[in-house]
Structures are given as C-alpha cells and as structure tokens.
C-alpha cells in the first residue's frame, strides 16, 4: 500500500526555507550517491525573483549541502540539483520500504512547513511502527497517516461513468436523472447511483492529488 505521512521537522532544510521564505518545494527525484550520501533535484516556486536569489543563496550557504546546481532558472521557479547528507528521516523510513529502486520520497512542504513523505509499507504493522519510530528517535511530537490502498477503476465502471457523461448526467442542470439513465443502461438506480459515486471518487482522487 502507498503510505504518506505527514509531519514536521524543523531541522530539515526544505522546511526551513518555506518557513523563511514563504516558498513552494517539490522533490522531484531522491537517490544515493556512491559515498552514501543523497543526491535530490528540488523545484523552488515563488512569485518574487529576489526569494528565489535568497532562497538558491541560502542552499549554496547551507551547512550539510556539499554541491549545489541550478538546473534552470526563470523569475518564479528555480530547479536545482543537490547533494547533502542522509535526512535522519530518510534513513528511518529506508529501513521499512525500500523495494529495489524505489525509495521513501518527500513530495512536498505546505504552507506550516509540514512535509509529506510517500512509501510503500505491505502491512498496517509497518506503518504503524515506523510512525512509533519517527516520533521516538526524532522527538516529533505529530505525525499523521494518509494511506491509498491503490483502488482503480474498473473497466465496467468505466463505461458507465462515460456514459453518464456524454448523456449529460452530470449537466448543470441534468439532461437525464438517474432513473432514465437507470432504464438506458439496465441497471437498478440504487446500484448504478453507487457505481457512478465510486468511479467518480476514484476519479477524483487520481486527480487532486
């Protein structure tokens, strides 16, 4: 299952400059280097140019970052390549999800400086412990659990949510109710009302992420 969590840790470099500079971080790719230490390419996003100089400045100045590349650069997103030390974070979670090539990943830092990290975990144990491990070793007094079991849409649902669309269901207002669509599809309206609300939940959910 896909596990994210979400926390807070002020001794993190992309927290520290969302709180400093108000901000917007992206992790758009993490690995280790031959001498164990980790390589990220970070997307910097801010509407002022001088945040963006102050913020790739405090990087080049930061204390555990050895190398620092501008990948490319314009006056409201900066990406960057860096190499810094293990995140105490990081090196908790690898020991619980690492499958192959596949590392425990901080996708993002919202507006409070929170970071949500995504892993793969395959049971509730795991992630319950290492939660149990973060707040422990870390002294993080919060950390919340998001999980996606990985649901999809299957091919039946599909159909009929198209279906539903093209036959104007979701018109404002309605070309057809649902009873109409009912008798069109041959299906019960309670069961297709539960069809169509799963699959556009899915739906929904793939999208806003």
Request: hydrophobic fraction near 40%.
């Amino acid at each position: 299952m896909n596990v994210t969590y979400v926390l807070s840790y002020d001794k993190c470099f992309t927290s520290a400059l969302v709180k400093m500079f108000d901000v917007r971080i992206r992790i758009l790719k993490k690995e280790l280097t031959d001498d164990d230490h980790l390589r990220e390419i970070i997307e910097i996003f801010s509407l002022n140019k001088n945040v963006l100089e102050k913020s790739i400045q405090y990087l080049s100045e930061y204390d555990h970052i050895y190398n620092i590349e501008v990948i490319s650069k314009n006056d409201k997103i900066a990406l960057v390549n860096i190499v810094t030390d293990q995140c105490p974070i990081f090196n908790i979670m690898k020991n619980f999800g690492m499958h192959g090539n596949e590392y425990p990943m901080m996708e993002r830092v919202d507006r409070d400086g929170k970071m949500f990290w995504r892993m793969r975990l395959d049971s509730m144990h795991k992630v319950n412990h290492v939660a149990e491990v973060l707040k422990e070793k870390l002294a993080i007094e919060d950390v919340s659990i998001k999980i996606d079991k990985g649901r999809t849409i299957d091919t039946r649902s599909l159909y009929i949510l198209k279906e539903a669309y093209e036959l104007g269901f979701f018109n404002v207002p309605k070309s057809i109710g649902l009873n109409e669509l009912s008798e069109i599809l041959h299906i019960p309206p309670t069961t297709l009302n539960l069809i169509l609300r799963r699959a556009l939940k899915t739906v929904l959910e793939e999208s806003l992420k």
